[in-house]
């Protein structure tokens, strides 16, 4: 109490001689109607925090903000000085207005910005990976303040951006000051903003505790940055303005209006109250008590539902023919998957193209042909696939052949040293630096046994498509597909689970044209949220002559009305990237999703589809799985191919190994080959 009071107190004052004469009736926050000025003397961490959003967040609030920030990239407090002593017109100034419109001023000096307003306050911050060591702001702070203070208006109020932690697993080689540890990191900026603040009376904008907070809750975890240590577009970069204008402005920020798009509903107040708890306890973190709800895995309590039947038009009328169900029934229920669920893709683009990237006629120990091939989408061709074909050598002709997606990277599902190593420098072009050894998922991948049974295996890299976190699609291939200036899908349009299978087919694409494979042949097959990719390629594509659903759970072949392990508000808020917008109205919602599983399995129909569960993989329901193949089977016999849709149990966890391989390759062997 008495704290918060002094703290108001210490901004009335501040606040209260910046602002123009007509409102100097200072206040213990800003009131409706109040302007406030605000210069960033920063670099990226700067611009992800205030040069979208704030401006906004006051504008849905009756306070205009005018915001500007002097921006260069990786600026150190030290470069900031020289800068300042040098007037070097190194700065891009970037400045909203009061009308929210905005321009960026190249080649600026920081005398130019700081007499372009009567600015009311002014932050300093330190380049992030030195932010967690006091001693590199000296001498540079204290004398850049001078030199500021100079500049602006008697009562203009310092501040400390206090930046935030990187994400375990970054590509950035500050990372090493904190051993590459995210704690670590946080810790030391923690300390060294603390003191910064204290030493020379500057009030802190607690941006890095706001993001430690959300990265603390269900829906924050790993989603906040784009590339391991810049903010996302979505919650990331809205968290750290929603910390500034409260910091800024005395204004509590929970419940203010303005959000941003493709953000999940739960992700909204879960920002606004992790800037809000960091403002009030700025050098530590609170736990916001947005826990996962607890997951639900008894029968009796699953509530009550009606699945829709797939055998019945949305206008209520049955469909009588397989004809029907072909002609009019089947795209009525895709396009409904397509703009709630997954969202719409482009197609194939007119400048889809190939490159044999590498070719071993004799890798394998003889076994096989291996080819590395890469598929590029537009002329831009820093976004590809690299894709993984390897052949039976001894095959007479074109072969069946199995396509999956792989979590590490194509030297991780082998051992053999015959496979492109992704190195350093190639994770690069993904935004973040993960690093998987060779081998690492070699048990997923019995490529021998495959190759023995007479079968080709294409596989690539999930990052090739999209990196798989919620980088607001700033990395993947959405980005060559934006329109109009958009920096982000629409609500309808497709998240990463169509994008994974939207990359499934440009595969097939390639395939198609492979000699040693034969196009009409090639079953699509995934594990878990690739699993859920492979069916939904399934679905989109009917040139997949089959399609393998291992442990593909919510979002993929089990029921989401059952609600059992993971649900949809579950899956939404932790992956806020894999279905589209319209999907997140579904949270705890369900029963108005206007489909249910089974029914994207009967998309497949009649093609030849497996679906699999492991008993152990509770989390995603092995029950709703079956039954949704159950359910499916109803169309698959409508089409009189009721044998072509199978489901297996294997006993044991969430994984996919030989037993269920050897499962895929017989079932191929009936219906495929
Ligand atoms: C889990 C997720 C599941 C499943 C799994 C995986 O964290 O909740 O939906 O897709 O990841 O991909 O292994």
Redesign the pocket.
């Given at each position: 109490m008495g704290k918060r009071f002094i703290w108001a107190a210490v901004a009335l004052l501040g606040l209260g001689w910046g602002l123009r004469a007509a409102e100097t009736v200072p206040a213990a926050e800003l009131q409706p109607g109040d302007t406030l000025r605000v210069l960033a003397i920063g670099n990226s961490f700067s611009m992800d925090a205030v040069e979208q959003n704030l401006h906004e967040l006051g504008a849905a609030d009756g306070v205009v903000l005018i915001v500007g920030d002097m921006y260069i990239g990786g600026c150190s407090l030290e470069r900031h000085y020289n800068n300042a002593r040098g007037d070097i017109a190194d700065y891009e100034y970037c400045k909203v207005f009061a009308d929210g419109s905005k321009v960026r001023r190249p080649k600026t000096t920081l005398a130019y910005a700081l007499a372009d307003e009567p600015w009311d306050c002014v932050s300093f911050q330190q380049v992030s990976q030195e932010s967690g060591r006091y001693d590199s702001f000296l001498p540079y702070l204290p004398e850049l303040m001078k030199y500021v203070r100079a500049r602006v208006p008697a009562g203009a109020k310092f501040y400390w951006h206090q930046t935030w932690a990187y994400e375990g697993g970054v590509v950035h080689d500050g990372f090493a000051n904190y051993d590459r540890s995210q704690s670590k990191m946080y810790n030391a900026i923690m300390e060294a903003s603390e003191r910064v603040c204290r030493e020379y009376g500057l009030t802190v904008i607690p941006s890095g505790t706001a993001i430690q907070n959300l990265r603390g809750t269900a829906v924050g975890n790993d989603n906040v940055t784009r590339d391991g240590f810049h903010l996302n577009n979505t919650v990331g970069r809205y968290t750290a303005a929603c910390t500034w204008y409260e910091a800024l402005t005395g204004r509590n920020v929970l419940g203010n209006r303005y959000t941003v798009a493709y953000i999940s509903p739960e992700q909204v107040p879960a920002a606004q109250s992790a800037a809000h708890e960091a403002v009030r306890k700025p050098f530590a973190r609170t736990d916001l008590g947005i826990a996962r709800p607890e997951a639900n895995y008894d029968e009796s309590r699953i509530p009550p539902y009606t699945l829709p039947d797939p055998l019945t038009f949305a206008d209520g009328k049955k469909v009588l023919t397989p004809e029907q169900w072909m002609a009019r029934r089947r795209p009525e229920l895709l396009k409904l998957f397509e703009t709630e669920m997954y969202g719409k893709a482009p197609g194939r683009p007119e400048k889809l193209h190939f490159k044999l990237l590498k070719r071993n006629d004799n890798a394998f120990g003889g076994k096989a042909v291996l080819k590395e091939v890469g598929i590029y989408f537009t002329d831009n061709e820093s976004q590809y696939i690299r894709l993984l074909v390897l052949t039976p050598k001894a095959a007479k002709g074109p072969v069946p052949a199995f396509l999956g997606i792989n979590?590490m990277g194509n030297h991780a599902i082998s051992t053999n040293e015959e496979i492109t190593m992704i190195g350093r420098d190639e994770y690069a072009r993904f935004g973040r630096y993960e690093e998987y050894p060779r081998g690492e998922n070699a048990r997923r991948w019995p490529v021998e046994m495959i190759l023995d049974r007479g079968y080709g295996l294409a596989t690539f890299f999930r990052s090739d498509i999209d990196p798989d976190w919620d980088d607001s699609f700033v990395n993947g291939v959405h980005r060559l597909f934006y329109k109009n200036g958009k920096l982000h899908p629409e609500d309808d349009e497709w998240g990463t689970v169509a994008a994974w299978a939207w990359g499934l087919s440009r595969a097939l694409d390639y395939l198609e044209t492979d000699a040693d494979v034969d196009g009409t042949k090639v079953a699509v097959l995934g594990?878990?949220?690739?699993?859920?990719a492979a069916l939904w390629a399934g679905a989109t594509d009917p040139r997949f002559a089959m399609v393998v659903s291992n442990?593909?759970?919510?979002?993929?072949a089990a029921i989401s009305r059952r609600a059992v392990g993971?649900t949809v508000r579950?899956?939404n808020n932790?992956?806020p990237h894999?279905f589209c917008g319209n999907f997140k109205k579904y949270n705890d919602n369900e029963g108005f999703l206007p489909f249910d599983q089974h029914e994207l399995l009967a998309l497949i129909a009649p093609r030849p589809l497996c679906v699999a569960s492991a008993t152990q993989d509770a989390?995603?329901d092995p029950a709703g799985e079956k039954l949704a193949a159950d359910e499916a089977r109803k169309v698959y016999d409508f089409l009189g191919a009721g044998d072509r849709v199978q489901y297996h149990t294997r006993e044991g966890g969430?994984d996919i190994v030989a037993y269920d391989w050897n499962y895929y390759l017989d079932f191929a062997d009936r219906f495929v080959r």
């Amino acid at each position: 109490m008495g704290k918060r009071f002094i703290w108001a107190a210490v901004a009335l004052l501040g606040l209260g001689w910046g602002l123009r004469a007509a409102e100097t009736v200072p206040a213990a926050e800003l009131q409706p109607g109040d302007t406030l000025r605000v210069l960033a003397i920063g670099n990226s961490f700067s611009m992800d925090a205030v040069e979208q959003n704030l401006h906004e967040l006051g504008a849905a609030d009756g306070v205009v903000l005018i915001v500007g920030d002097m921006y260069i990239g990786g600026c150190s407090l030290e470069r900031h000085y020289n800068n300042a002593r040098g007037d070097i017109a190194d700065y891009e100034y970037c400045k909203v207005f009061a009308d929210g419109s905005k321009v960026r001023r190249p080649k600026t000096t920081l005398a130019y910005a700081l007499a372009d307003e009567p600015w009311d306050c002014v932050s300093f911050q330190q380049v992030s990976q030195e932010s967690g060591r006091y001693d590199s702001f000296l001498p540079y702070l204290p004398e850049l303040m001078k030199y500021v203070r100079a500049r602006v208006p008697a009562g203009a109020k310092f501040y400390w951006h206090q930046t935030w932690a990187y994400e375990g697993g970054v590509v950035h080689d500050g990372f090493a000051n904190y051993d590459r540890s995210q704690s670590k990191m946080y810790n030391a900026i923690m300390e060294a903003s603390e003191r910064v603040c204290r030493e020379y009376g500057l009030t802190v904008i607690p941006s890095g505790t706001a993001i430690q907070n959300l990265r603390g809750t269900a829906v924050g975890n790993d989603n906040v940055t784009r590339d391991g240590f810049h903010l996302n577009n979505t919650v990331g970069r809205y968290t750290a303005a929603c910390t500034w204008y409260e910091a800024l402005t005395g204004r509590n920020v929970l419940g203010n209006r303005y959000t941003v798009a493709y953000i999940s509903p739960e992700q909204v107040p879960a920002a606004q109250s992790a800037a809000h708890e960091a403002v009030r306890k700025p050098f530590a973190r609170t736990d916001l008590g947005i826990a996962r709800p607890e997951a639900n895995y008894d029968e009796s309590r699953i509530p009550p539902y009606t699945l829709p039947d797939p055998l019945t038009f949305a206008d209520g009328k049955k469909v009588l023919t397989p004809e029907q169900w072909m002609a009019r029934r089947r795209p009525e229920l895709l396009k409904l998957f397509e703009t709630e669920m997954y969202g719409k893709a482009p197609g194939r683009p007119e400048k889809l193209h190939f490159k044999l990237l590498k070719r071993n006629d004799n890798a394998f120990g003889g076994k096989a042909v291996l080819k590395e091939v890469g598929i590029y989408f537009t002329d831009n061709e820093s976004q590809y696939i690299r894709l993984l074909v390897l052949t039976p050598k001894a095959a007479k002709g074109p072969v069946p052949a199995f396509l999956g997606i792989n979590f590490m990277g194509n030297h991780a599902i082998s051992t053999n040293e015959e496979i492109t190593m992704i190195g350093r420098d190639e994770y690069a072009r993904f935004g973040r630096y993960e690093e998987y050894p060779r081998g690492e998922n070699a048990r997923r991948w019995p490529v021998e046994m495959i190759l023995d049974r007479g079968y080709g295996l294409a596989t690539f890299f999930r990052s090739d498509i999209d990196p798989d976190w919620d980088d607001s699609f700033v990395n993947g291939v959405h980005r060559l597909f934006y329109k109009n200036g958009k920096l982000h899908p629409e609500d309808d349009e497709w998240g990463t689970v169509a994008a994974w299978a939207w990359g499934l087919s440009r595969a097939l694409d390639y395939l198609e044209t492979d000699a040693d494979v034969d196009g009409t042949k090639v079953a699509v097959l995934g594990h878990s949220r690739l699993g859920k990719a492979a069916l939904w390629a399934g679905a989109t594509d009917p040139r997949f002559a089959m399609v393998v659903s291992n442990c593909s759970g919510c979002g993929g072949a089990a029921i989401s009305r059952r609600a059992v392990g993971e649900t949809v508000r579950v899956i939404n808020n932790s992956f806020p990237h894999w279905f589209c917008g319209n999907f997140k109205k579904y949270n705890d919602n369900e029963g108005f999703l206007p489909f249910d599983q089974h029914e994207l399995l009967a998309l497949i129909a009649p093609r030849p589809l497996c679906v699999a569960s492991a008993t152990q993989d509770a989390w995603a329901d092995p029950a709703g799985e079956k039954l949704a193949a159950d359910e499916a089977r109803k169309v698959y016999d409508f089409l009189g191919a009721g044998d072509r849709v199978q489901y297996h149990t294997r006993e044991g966890g969430h994984d996919i190994v030989a037993y269920d391989w050897n499962y895929y390759l017989d079932f191929a062997d009936r219906f495929v080959r």
